[in-house]
């Protein structure tokens, strides 16, 4: 079945460093979602993308689609500890599809 | 107001027992779901629902039994529980089954067994 990877696991950055990461698929994706989960909380949606090689900004994120629609990044510029948390991507048509998720800590 | 609420928020029982978690949305959407996170965080789809149907039923052991009595609520019956169902349960709900629709998710119910 579809698999979504995500590296890295885990990542450790000093507050203000940037942080991505990396979401690959072995299969086309008709769109990529993004999600993040504070620690204890529960996922939250932030943003879609639908288009081959789109690229989408919320403040301090940068979100980027592939060109063959297979990959997508994450970005954020100059880490805040408030970005704590795990970051998840997500496909689907009739059902979606979470990668593994990258676990984020930022070190104050 | 909460817009998909899910109880109870944690749930501690043995070995064996049988369980429920109930699951509403006033989101007025006709897709919901449950999925499982274990401790590694892995979100996984159990069950997807639309307008009452099942339409996604994952590799689930058939100790799982969720029901959706309307469109707004999935609720999910766990008999003869096990260590191993130890996890996050969470709803979730979208406004359609097919994909680019956000989905909104519950808070969570923390199941520990015993």
């Known amino acids: 079945g579809q698999q979504v990877m995500q590296i890295p696991q885990y990542q450790h950055v000093q507050e203000g460093e940037d942080f991505t990461t990396y979401c690959n698929s072995s299969?086309?994706?008709?769109?990529i979602q993004w999600y993040k989960q504070r620690p204890g909380g529960h996922p939250v949606f932030l943003i879609q993308l639908v288009k081959s090689g789109e690229v989408k900004k919320q403040k301090r994120l940068t979100f980027q689609f592939g060109e063959a629609k297979k990959n997508s990044s994450l970005h954020i510029t100059a880490t805040q500890t408030t970005d704590v948390g795990t970051y998840f991507c997500a496909s689907g048509t009739y059902k979606y599809i979470f990668g593994t998720g990258t676990r984020l800590k930022v070190l104050a | 107001d909460t817009a998909v609420s899910q109880t109870p928020k944690y749930l501690v029982t043995q070995m064996g027992n049988d369980k429920s978690i109930k699951c509403e949305q006033n989101l007025g959407h006709d897709t919901m779901y449950w999925y499982k996170q274990d401790s590694k965080k892995f979100l996984k789809i159990m069950f997807s629902?639309?307008?009452?149907?099942?339409?996604i039923n994952e590799t689930v052991p058939n100790r799982f039994s969720p029901k959706s009595p309307d469109k707004a609520h999935l609720n999910l019956h766990i008999n003869s529980l096990e260590l191993g169902d130890s996890a996050v349960y969470f709803c979730?709900?979208?406004?359609?089954?097919?994909?680019?629709?956000?989905?909104?998710f519950g808070e969570g119910s923390w199941l520990t067994v015993v």
């Open positions: 629902y639309n307008n009452k149907e099942l339409i």
């Open positions: 979730a709900s979208s406004h359609a089954q097919s994909g680019g629709n956000t989905i909104y």
């Open positions: 299969t086309t994706l008709s769109n």
